[in-house]
């Protein structure tokens, strides 16, 4: 077996060299070869000090994730972190890539830190329910500040060089980390300087004020918390290390992290991680190694906000894009509407002033498609109307390369009607964005009947160069998300009918861990959109299944949502009321139905809506639209807010038992008819005692 870490001699100094492969994640065997190493160091009589530095694309991103089941190994990272400050030779960390978790601690706990100028720093344990477990939480507010710890515990994001630097995370930024790492370690070695973060105190809690600063920063990230346990937990710890000794906010904080491990939350997120990945994968079976197409050069057609927001998803990637647009004037219109989009990010600091003519010059405007002839993929995103877009595809096809990937963007067209229009329909698929495109993390592709592997390859690698989250659908109506979405917002509205308000499920919702209430979410997006898919629809709904009419009643009185000042609520600078008018509607809808109304409590409401998910998820699952139950679990937490550290639906669904959820959809079928039919997957998992965990391997 290769060992995992190697120790290198330069002279004085030796270079703890991890190679681990894909991430050089902190495995129990590298762990131990790793405390071996230290303590050979520091038992040399020759050696003065060390670098740990990592082989590959990064520095160490972390713990092994696939070790949490098992119980605490006796080398930890806070072992090898606790040997390293005990010794008397000063040990330099040599950053690249992403060096996130353990791998940072680690760093944090070495005499000095020396990172590449592109890499980036990270303590995103919060993300899959766990705080820092190896010393983050008490080093990183020694170095940063109470109030900078604070924010990267509880967010989870990855820190860049300059910001780490600034914030006094890292030492020094070089080219080459490594030399610079020996450097460092001789130069300490030679003044006899062993600077140790733990030595310190944490540097902005300095007064009443500031303290005052910190708890109100807590308060915030617990209430953006909605539910998860994680980041209220990191936030406290940050804590210890302002009013503990050092010694003791570790010991805390390792017994705080141990007990995540093998909560709840921290298993569903820590199965959302191995979810999005699987989902990213190409399809088992014929092809599922092929390989992507090169793309460079992108195509979007239409310059509306979805053509706008996905031009700027591919821009901020790096890749060339043209947008085209139907005239000059249209295509300024999606110029200025991307601009702004820039322009709020520099303002907001999330893009440098210096970087919005760059950034911009990345995006050409055109109105002739004879200006995608060298894409290698187009996205097509005009208005949701199949002529107009069986159009743009007709002459799509006759102006781009053969081997370009044509893709829509649209959320319910039949992907094969475009293929049947264009010439080598083996490169057509669909690529769904949610709005705002370059924000939404989900993108559904659409496969079609005669997709090839190489076409699903080439999406999913852009999905992964733009930083989405892929999951491959099948042709229906709404693909997955969308389906989903429709059936539970009828169950929604029936609620409605039977005695909830727009309010009142709203807040059900959102107290179980939504960020938006689907009310609330319907006035964002717009009512206009769900009436046309209705009246589009209207012609082959069964005149049998239960409809309810008051979201086409709020429509015809003209109010579309947020857009025109008033939907479900009345919006005005930037709050939502209740509105008469539509208590008013509800209440005429129960009587027309000759519905008594009555109280609906919180749990009914919740639980009503998650047996319609699962239900229309079996449906899409054993219709084959979506490939296992782990994959809808992805889209309903990236796609529509469903709250991560629970999971998913499907993932749910589990917890409460197949059987029990036959039992409440049965119940749903009784009292809502027609269309309500449990999926037949059900009873098909309940006879043979398989559970949705069972369908995703
Ligand atoms: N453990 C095991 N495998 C990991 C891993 C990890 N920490 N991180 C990534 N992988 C695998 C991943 O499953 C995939 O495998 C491959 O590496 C490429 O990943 C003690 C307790 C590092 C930014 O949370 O954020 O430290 O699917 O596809 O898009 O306090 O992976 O190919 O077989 O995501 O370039 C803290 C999690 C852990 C970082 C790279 N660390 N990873 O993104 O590639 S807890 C994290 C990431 C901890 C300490 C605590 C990303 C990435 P496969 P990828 P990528």
């Not at 085209?324 to 702004?340: K, N």
């Not at 709020?344 to 050409?364: F, H, N, T, W």
Request: glycine share 10%; charged share 25%; with cysteine.
């Amino acid at each position: 077996m290769k060992p995992l870490v190697t120790l290198e001699r330069h002279g004085d100094v030796a270079v703890i060299l991890i190679d681990n492969p894909p991430v050089n994640a902190l495995s129990i065997p590298l762990r131990r070869e790793l405390l071996e190493a230290v303590q050979e160091v520091q038992a040399d009589k020759v050696l003065r000090g060390a670098v740990i530095a990592c082989a590959g694309r990064t520095f160490i991103a972390g713990a092994d994730i696939r070790e949490f089941d098992a119980p605490p190994p006796e080398v930890t990272t806070g072992t090898v972190n606790a040997a390293i400050e005990a010794g008397t030779k000063p040990f330099v960390a040599a950053l690249h890539g992403t060096a996130l978790g353990g791998g940072f601690e680690l760093a944090l706990a070495c005499h000095a830190r020396i990172m590449a100028p592109d890499g980036r720093v990270g303590l995103p344990e919060s993300r899959i329910g766990l705080i820092p477990g190896a010393g983050g939480t008490q080093r990183a507010p020694r170095l940063a500040g109470a109030l900078a710890a604070l924010d990267l515990v509880t967010t989870g994001r990855h820190v860049p060089a300059d910001e780490a630097l600034k914030l006094g995370l890292v030492d020094e930024i070089a080219t080459d980390p490594l030399r610079q790492a020996i450097e460092r370690a001789r130069a300490l070695a030679a003044n006899g300087t062993l600077p140790r973060a733990r030595d310190r105190a944490v540097p902005d809690m300095v007064s009443a004020e500031t303290r005052a600063a910190f708890e109100a920063a807590v308060a915030t990230a617990s209430r953006r918390a909605r539910g998860a346990i994680a980041p209220v937990k990191a936030a406290e710890a940050v804590g210890w290390a302002i009013d503990l000794s050092f010694d003791e906010g570790v010991e805390r904080e390792r017994l705080a992290s141990l007990d995540l491990r093998t909560g709840p939350q921290s298993r569903a997120l820590r199965y959302l991680f191995h979810a999005e990945r699987v989902a990213a994968r190409l399809p088992p079976g014929a092809g599922h190694d092929a390989r992507p197409w090169p793309v460079q050069h992108c195509g979007v057609v239409g310059g509306g906000t979805m053509g706008s927001g996905i031009a700027i998803a591919l821009a901020d990637a790096g890749l060339e894009v043209t947008l085209v647009e139907a005239s000059a004037e249209a295509a300024r219109a999606a110029e200025s509407r991307i601009g702004l989009v820039y322009e709020r990010q520099v303002k907001s600091g999330r893009l440098a002033e210096d970087m919005l003519e760059e950034r911009m010059g990345r995006i050409r405007f055109a109105t002739d498609l004879d200006a995608l002839a060298e894409a290698a993929l187009v996205v097509e995103a005009v208005v949701e109307d199949l002529a107009v877009k069986l159009d743009v595809f007709r002459r799509l096809s006759a102006r781009v390369r053969r081997d370009c990937v044509l893709a829509s963007n649209t959320s319910y067209l039949d992907i094969n009607l475009v293929a049947d229009v264009v010439d080598a329909p083996e490169r057509v698929l669909g690529l769904h964005f949610f709005s705002p495109a370059h924000v939404m993390k989900l993108l559904e592709i659409v496969r079609g009947g005669r997709t090839v592997p190489e076409a699903l390859a080439t999406a999913l690698a852009l999905a992964r160069r733009i930083g989405k989250v892929p999951v491959i659908a099948g042709v229906c109506e709404g693909f997955i998300g969308n389906r989903m979405f429709s059936s539970w917002r009828q169950q929604c509205d029936f609620l409605l009918e039977e005695g909830a308000t727009p309010q009142e499920v709203d807040a059900a919702l959102e107290a179980y861990g939504f960020a938006m209430g689907p009310y609330a979410v319907a006035d964002l997006a717009g009512l206009d959109i769900g009436w046309a898919t209705r009246k589009r629809l209207a012609p082959k709904r069964d005149k049998r299944a239960r409809y309810v009419p008051i979201a086409d009643w709020i429509c015809e009185l003209g109010r579309f949502g947020q857009k025109t000042g008033a939907g479900y609520y009345r919006h005005g600078n930037g709050t939502r009321e209740v509105d008469p008018v539509v208590t008013a509607l509800v209440e005429r809808a129960s009587v027309e139905k000759g519905i008594v109304r009555r109280a609906v409590p919180q749990a009914e409401i919740v639980e009503r809506v998650h047996a319609a998910m699962v239900n229309e998820a079996a449906r899409i699952l054993g219709e084959g639209i979506a490939q296992r139950p782990s994959d809808v679990d992805v889209v309903l937490v990236n796609g529509y807010g469903y709250p991560s550290w629970r999971g998913g639906p499907m993932h749910e669904a589990d917890a409460i038992g197949v059987a029990e959820m036959l039992r409440r959809i049965a119940a749903i079928h009784a009292s809502d008819g027609v269309g309500w039919e449990p999926a037949p997957l059900l009873q098909e998992m309940v006879n043979s005692g398989r559970s949705f965990a069972d369908l995703n391997l």
